[in-house]
């Protein structure tokens, strides 16, 4: 059984040592970031070395939301507007975001990668960090909901899986989560309300991303490492997916990789998401991180099932359409 943890890697090319590593420690999946991004010929090349390394069809993830978060870019990919100014221009949100997630998973699938990480599902409101504003879709639950659902639509059409971020919200979140640890004081039923409501509305995704954030109203710990709130992921929103971590190394939590990944296993997420390639820090995360649970890749294996070939697409006439809803 695989290992559970998602690694990513230090370059363009899958180096010797990197390879004899994953195939012992034997990842559930990868994720690729800029440094890993060339041309479309060396980026087939490395998701194909990656997926040898462990001899099977293993996801291989990115970050491809558009704005402020895209790994791929011109002169070979589209250079994709912030998400929340566009939708805010579309005359039909929904189906503009459908169309942007399909045009993205379109791009992704040519080169090998089979996992968006989007959408991002956090409702924007007037603490809402920088980092985070321009990357979301709206600022209530209906829209929120509405597109987040259009996103995950466009990437399945496209053979993409989407992966369900950041549960269960990050929205009320004023610290950069890269850097600190946000703190959310509202009352579980406001959360209920309004934050955790759009994701119990999109409970039926296969795969999502835990938040690095507190929520005082469940427990002092961040999300991701709480069992309080993993239990409530599971249990009033209703989320059966598999459950990754966002990134470990990520500034908002403590203690080295090994002790964050012991701690967000405990809690209950299926997977531990480790991003920036750095060896040592793989190695260690390597050896805390057991075989996933009977549990865990009985998820990954419902969602790995969903992968399938993209739909036909008239690439140049979606690109108008998109266009000319958005102009």
Not at 248 to 263: F, Y
Request: glycine share 8%; charged share 25%; with cysteine.
């Amino acid at each position: 059984m695989a290992g559970a943890f998602i690694l990513g890697c230090e370059g363009p090319d899958l180096s010797p040592r990197e390879a004899a590593f994953f195939r012992d420690a034997d990842p559930w999946g990868f994720i690729l970031f800029a440094r890993n991004v060339d041309t479309p010929d060396r980026l087939r090349a490395l998701t194909r070395a990656l997926r040898d390394a462990v001899g099977r069809d293993a996801p291989v993830l990115i970050d491809q939301e558009g704005g402020r978060v895209q790994r791929m870019g011109p002169p070979f990919w589209t250079r994709w507007p912030r998400p929340l100014t566009q939708m805010c221009r579309a005359r039909d949100p929904e189906r503009a975001m459908f169309l942007r997630a399909r045009l993205i998973a379109g791009e992704l699938r040519d080169v090998g990668i089979d996992v968006n990480c989007t959408p991002t599902a956090d409702i924007a409101c007037d603490v809402t960090h920088p980092f985070l504003l321009s990357r979301l879709y709206g600022d209530s639950v209906e829209t929120v909901a509405a597109r987040a659902r259009a996103n995950a639509e466009g990437c399945r059409a496209g053979g993409v899986l989407p992966v369900l971020k950041h549960i269960p919200g990050h929205g009320r979140g004023n610290v950069d989560s890269h850097l600190g640890l946000p703190r959310v004081d509202a009352s579980l039923e406001e959360l209920r309300a309004s934050d955790f409501e759009v994701f119990r509305r999109l409970a039926d995704l296969p795969l999502g991303m835990s938040a690095h954030v507190v929520y005082s109203a469940l427990d002092d710990a961040a999300g991701t490492v709480s069992p309080a709130v993993i239990a409530e992921v599971r249990g009033w929103i209703g989320f059966d997916g598999l459950m990754m971590t966002d990134d470990i190394s990520m500034g908002a939590l403590g203690g080295d990789v090994a002790t964050r990944a012991a701690r967000a296993l405990a809690a209950g997420c299926d997977v531990v998401l480790h991003c920036n390639g750095e060896w040592d820090d793989m190695q260690a995360l390597a050896e805390a991180c057991p075989a996933m649970t009977k549990a865990a890749a009985a998820r990954a294996a419902r969602a790995l099932a969903l992968r399938a070939r993209p739909e036909a697409l008239d690439t140049a006439a979606a690109h108008a359409e998109l266009d000319a809803l958005t102009a």
